[in-house]
């Protein structure tokens, strides 16, 4: 079967020729642009509301800015804060734990307003002065008692030796001996041997220092112990002062001249002399009893 193509009846071979012509320009005008068009001035849309609140809100701000700046500064910025240290010393006696020991109310209870202020009520409370004054009672009693214990003598304070006294004379009935051979010794200018001599007095066996402290912690009499306290100090520095080296500006030498030795010895033997005198004084101080035992003990070869 054949068909046969007839002539369209719209008169016409234009396309969409029967539309209105304003019609037909705003559809092919939507066709061009396609979607991109819409979708750009949705766009625009948000950021001229988002540009409106934001010049509305910078607005608010400078409001608030403005309203803020006309406040007084002391009222704006308020009370200071004041950082204090916290314990627990009130409670002695009662009264309950405090920020501070002694706070700026206590010091101007004694001396005074620094200036010219209010009155703060508190001060005048009889529970504040009650405390003020406990305080007060507490300083006093804590000042006497460190002055009573500052009048103590240093010597009380030393624990007892453990032996009897006579075990601590041995040594220096000992010392009593060798400063008689140091006398041989010195006037011979035999410097070496007196340093040897010197050694054995100063340190062991005899202890010259420590025997004399432990004999004068057993004096029972104060007044006793307090003069062989004075004794020991001036026996000591004649001790020390045998060798002549100690005072004398002397560079050891191998050599020394007739008229150096002469000099040290005679200076030597004073010291020996006025060390003698102070060691028999000081033993004449202690018990009679005690020196006997001693002297006992010495002579059997202790």
Partial sequence: MQ??????SLGSHRPFHGFP???????????RAGPESAFSEDVLAR??????EAARLRKELAAAQA???????????????????????????????????????????FSGPAGVREEDASTEEPEYKATVQRRLFIGGILTLGLGAFALVPTEALRPKPSKPMYFYLVPLLRIQE????????????????????????????????????????LIPEAKTASRAQELSADLYEYLRSLDYQRYFDAIPQKVISGA???????????????????????L???PKDQLQLARDQLAVGY
């Avoid at 950021?47 to 409106?52: D, F, V």
């Avoid at 308020?78 to 734990?97: A, Q």
């Fill in 47 to 52: 950021l001229k509301a988002a540009e409106e």
């Fill in 178 to 217: 060798l400063l008689g051979e140091c006398r041989t010794i010195i006037e011979v200018a035999d410097w070496d041997q007196l340093r040897q001599a010197l050694s054995r007095i100063e340190g062991p066996p005899n202890n010259v220092r420590q025997n004399l402290d432990n004999v004068i912690a």
């Fill in 284 to 286: 004449s101080l202690v």
């Fill in 67 to 109: 309203t803020k700046g006309s406040q007084d500064p002391i009222e704006k910025e308020g009370k200071p804060v004041r950082i204090d240290s916290v314990d627990n010393r009130e409670t002695l006696f009662g009264g309950g734990p405090r920020t501070t020991w002694l706070s700026e109310k206590d010091v101007e209870f």
């Fill in 3 to 8: 068909h046969t193509l007839r002539p369209c």
């Fill in 260 to 282: 150096q030795n002469a000099q040290y010895a005679q200076f030597s033997l004073s010291s020996l002399q006025a060390a003698q005198v102070k060691l028999t004084e000081l």
């Fill in 21 to 31: 012509r304003a019609r037909y320009q705003r559809f092919s005008h939507q066709c």
